[in-house]
């Protein structure tokens, strides 16, 4: 299995703003719009999972696994397609490995920011279309905590102990979640690709970043996931497990 490097490359803010109104793809968090000026920059070797950081308005930069820093680094060599995607990301990339071996036992803290969804069939879909006629008999996703609070026939439950199940589920066979906790969630407006349509596509839902601790179980398991990221949406800036040692 290819080894892990962990990429951070300073952002525009300024720029990446005018890129995402030049190509359409404004939203709430600058998720489509950073996912299409990456892999127009970078192509195949684009980190990804990535998240952005914001020390201040004008600092910005974004942290993403790469399994290619030196492809990633080429890439960045070579001219953009435009001087505005150029403005977008202003230095070379900074590269980090990652462990090559995930000892399983290995403990480690992490953040994560994710859109804990669950996604229904088509026979689900309609069950709730009937029963609520203003929800789309087409939509295949839903907050993990409204499909939680229409199981719970009433019964009051916490939005972080489903989070935090919905996290540890999908965290199972590659690591043990020891400690989790919610630090905010927020709902968000993000553009998505219309797939050749006219009209805009977007999806609303809620954003969570979730902090706590977790033990490797099976590590080439978890080092793929680590690659892929945790739950959906992971192309536009959300489920990149940022980890550090734990004591």
């Given at each position: 299995?290819?080894?892990?490097?962990?990429?951070?490359?300073?952002?525009?803010?300024?720029?990446?703003?005018?890129?995402?109104?030049?190509?359409?793809?404004?939203?709430?968090?600058?998720?489509?719009?950073?996912?299409?000026?990456?892999?127009?920059?970078?192509?195949?070797?684009?980190?990804?999972?990535?998240?952005?950081?914001?020390?201040d308005?004008?600092?910005?930069?974004?942290?993403?696994?790469?399994?290619?820093?030196?492809?990633l680094?080429?890439?960045h060599?070579?001219?953009?397609t435009?001087?505005?995607?150029?403005?977008?990301?202003p230095?070379?990339?900074?590269?980090?490995?990652?462990?090559?071996?995930?000892?399983?036992?290995?403990?480690?803290?992490?953040?994560v920011?994710?859109?804990?969804?669950?996604?229904?069939?088509?026979?689900?879909?309609?069950?709730?279309?009937?029963?609520?006629?203003?929800?789309?008999?087409?939509?295949?996703?839903?907050?993990?905590?409204?499909a939680?609070?229409?199981?719970?026939?009433?019964?009051?439950?916490?939005?972080?102990?489903?989070?935090?199940e919905?996290?540890?589920?999908?965290l199972?066979?590659?690591?043990?979640?020891?400690?989790?906790?919610?630090?905010?969630?927020?709902?968000?407006?993000?553009?998505?690709?219309?797939h050749?349509?006219?009209?805009?596509?977007?999806?609303?839902?809620?954003?969570?970043?979730?902090?706590?601790?977790?033990?490797?179980?099976?590590?080439?398991?978890?080092?793929?996931?680590?690659?892929?990221g945790?739950?959906?949406?992971?192309a536009?800036?959300?489920?990149?497990?940022?980890?550090?040692?734990?004591?």
């Amino acid at each position: 299995m290819t080894a892990l490097s962990l990429v951070r490359l300073a952002i525009d803010p300024a720029a990446l703003a005018d890129f995402g109104a030049a190509q359409g793809a404004s939203d709430d968090c600058n998720g489509y719009a950073i996912h299409l000026a990456l892999r127009w920059r970078y192509g195949q070797t684009a980190p990804q999972p990535f998240c952005l950081r914001m020390s201040d308005l004008r600092h910005v930069h974004l942290l993403g696994y790469t399994t290619s820093p030196e492809q990633l680094s080429e890439a960045h060599s070579l001219p953009g397609t435009n001087d505005l995607l150029e403005r977008v990301f202003p230095d070379a990339p900074v590269v980090r490995a990652m462990p090559r071996i995930w000892a399983p036992g290995a403990r480690y803290r992490f953040e994560v920011r994710v859109r804990p969804v669950v996604r229904y069939g088509s026979r689900i879909r309609q069950l709730r279309a009937a029963a609520d006629g203003a929800w789309q008999r087409n939509a295949r996703e839903v907050d993990a905590f409204v499909a939680a609070c229409e199981r719970a026939s009433g019964q009051r439950i916490a939005r972080e102990d489903v989070y935090r199940e919905w996290l540890r589920s999908r965290l199972e066979n590659k690591a043990e979640l020891e400690h989790a906790h919610l630090v905010s969630t927020h709902r968000v407006r993000s553009r998505r690709s219309s797939h050749g349509r006219s009209e805009h596509a977007y999806v609303e839902g809620v954003e969570a970043v979730l902090r706590g601790t977790l033990r490797v179980t099976d590590g080439p398991l978890f080092e793929a996931y680590l690659k892929r990221g945790v739950g959906r949406h992971a192309a536009f800036g959300n489920g990149m497990l940022l980890l550090s040692p734990s004591s």
